[in-house]
């Protein structure tokens, strides 16, 4: 992560994130393929190691443009990860993109509304709405924790704590959307497995 004085986050920052994110994607995945085969089919992890891989293989490809290393970005997911979570991670990818046309930088407190753009974004891909037990439900918490924040290092911290707050908020109640909305019952007591795998997101760039 560059400089906590830095008040701004360019294209190089993300190229710094992304190998810590591949890194800590392949230390989870054991974990993520377990925990989503409680409730789905045990690939989420397996899913998120190839999302990773696939933005290694345009890291030092992408261009000074936000909006258009965004938008590689999410063409290298949809390309490397065809699953419904890694459609979801594009799709957030390409609302952020949109936003930031045209733009070599943007302050770190830009971070929470270009989440809530994706959150709209995947609620609409995914047909899907708030309180549903979903990733989208920790993506909303974490834009509404990181609100007018503009110091890197807390952006990360902060955001962390959302998540863990949104899966103690949603752990006892049951999923009801995607796959594992089949075993709503089963999903009391359990974690999300597309909330845990945010935290774990957030965990390798710590």
Known sequence: ???VSNKCWTV????SLIPKLSAGMETSADELNTIDGQ???GDLGVTLVRGARGLMKVKDDLPEDLGLAMLKCAQALTKESGSSYGTLIATAFMAAAKDSKSKTE???SDISPLLRLAVSAMLK?????LGAKTVVDAVHVVAEKLDGINEPRVV???AREAVAEALETFRDKPCQLGRARIFSEKSVGLDDPGMVA???ILDSLA
Do not use: N, T, V, Y
Not at 125 to 129: E, I, N, P, V
């Open 39 to 41: 409730l789905g089919d």
């Open 1 to 3: 992560m560059e400089s």
């Open 106 to 108: 943007r302050p770190w």
């Open 156 to 158: 990360l911290a902060a």
């Open 198 to 200: 945010f935290q774990r």
């Open 12 to 15: 190089e920052s993300l190229k």
């Open 125 to 129: 891909r995914g047909k899907g709405h």
